[in-house]
């Protein structure tokens, strides 16, 4: 590649500064500690995730290491030729300076803090809440038992008591670092609660958390959304659900899948819907948004037309407004018939678009990366 070495174009982000050199095609972002978020050069871009994985493009292959340290190699070298040819502002200047400087090793170090901050990962978060920032008061999923499901199979529900949860946030708030924190230039404009189900807390533990985030970090300007399974959800009154909305809880994703109780049973969850009819009214009740996934590819052939009826029928009946949204999640799976799904994909799109005023999302959560 054809590297130049005049001075690029800049622009302050809320989450750092954007570099453009249209003469050699590349854009560089960096965060207020000079680490890189993304890359851009000629047709090929890069984005660093948080675990210290490097992904091109639509990013569901990342680089192996070698390509990594070459990469980064090639960011550091870019960066220190256009700190030797910076004439404008000094604290861009510095910040080239120091961004020119962080090399492979660095970078591996902020991986291992990630993992140390989540031992168990953060593995699918909604695709509109993609940007969030990840705090885990709680892991795992208390289900476990749905046929389709890998994410949290080994990994038993457990809460994090107050004291070791005050250090996951310390951490969290490290692997920012004190010059993101400082700007109030968090790449993440919103915070999800991890893991599956986090209304399956009390609301006195869950309302003790919210606390401590809200002592750690300014609001987020698209406040706190969660995984939430009505089934193995803690009981709240309406006052709880109200207090829970004035904490900052805007939205919360419930998996439905189906809205034919008795596919829904086979997948592992409650055949029984009337929980989550309550739950969606309770939520609403207090101004929070629904997320709802619907899952496609998950019923026998043949019944396609059965399953998008019956859920259709069953989100009409929801009420779900513009602000909420239905996820449409094709199943991932080797004995899927991908013809068959596809065809239940474009038939539930069209009866939800008719049945509901419900935003309909593409959710693939194989695409899924918790980016810088
Ligand atoms: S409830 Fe959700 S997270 Fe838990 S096993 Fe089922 S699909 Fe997975």
């Known amino acids: 590649m054809l590297m130049s070495y005049s001075q690029p174009e800049v622009r302050e982000l809320p989450s750092g500064y954007k570099f453009e050199h249209p003469q050699s095609e590349t854009t560089i972002r960096l965060d207020f500690q000079g680490r890189w978020l993304s ?3 000629g047709v090929y871009f890069y984005r660093r995730c948080m675990n210290g994985d490097v992904v091109c493009g639509k990013g569901e292959i990342p680089l192996h290491c070698s390509e990594k340290i070459k990469l980064t190699d090639k960011i550091a070298t870019t960066l220190g030729q256009w700190d030797q040819n910076w004439n404008g502002h000094n604290r861009v ?5 120091t961004a020119s400087g962080l090399d492979f090793n660095y970078y591996n170090r902020q991986a291992a803090l990630y993992r140390a901050v989540y031992p168990e990962g953060v593995p699918i978060l909604p695709p509109d809440r993609y940007g969030d920032l990840v705090v885990q008061p ?7 038992a749905c046929t389709f ?10 809460m994090l008591p107050s004291d070791q949860f005050a250090q996951h946030l310390l951490g969290i708030k490290a692997l920012l670092g004190e010059r993101c924190l400082a700007k109030g230039g968090l790449a993440k404009d919103g915070l999800f609660i991890g893991s599956a189900n986090a209304m399956a807390l009390s609301q006195r533990r869950l309302m003790a958390y919210l606390q401590q985030i809200d002592a750690c970090f300014d609001p987020f300007k698209r406040g706190i959304a969660a995984f939430a399974d009505p089934d193995f959800s803690a009981p709240r009154n309406a006052s709880q659900w109200q207090e829970l909305a004035n904490a900052g809880v805007t939205r919360l994703v419930i998996g439905l899948e189906t809205g034919w109780g008795a596919l829904r049973g086979r997948l592992g969850k409650s055949a029984d819907l009337t929980r989550v009819c309550h739950a969606v009214e309770d939520y609403k ?5 629904v997320g709802i996934t619907v899952l496609a590819g998950a019923c026998e052939a043949g019944q396609q037309q059965e399953n998008v009826q019956r859920t259709a029928a069953f989100i009409k009946a929801l009420g779900l407004e513009r602000k909420d949204i239905v996820y449409l999640s094709p199943l991932e799976s080797v004995n899927v018939d991908r013809k068959l799904r596809a065809q239940e994909l474009r038939l539930m799109k069209q009866h939800l678009a008719v049945c509901s005023d419900a935003q309909i999302v593409p ?3 194989q695409r899924f990366r918790y980016y810088c």
Do not use: W
């Open 39 to 41: 890359f851009r050069c």
């Open 93 to 97: 200047k510095s910040l080239l300076q």
């Open 138 to 144: 709680v892991i795992g999923c208390p289900n476990r």
């Open 149 to 158: 499901c890998a994410f949290y199979k080994d990994k038993p529900y457990k």
């Open 285 to 289: 009740r207090a101004g929070i948004s």
């Open 363 to 365: 959710y693939q959560t």
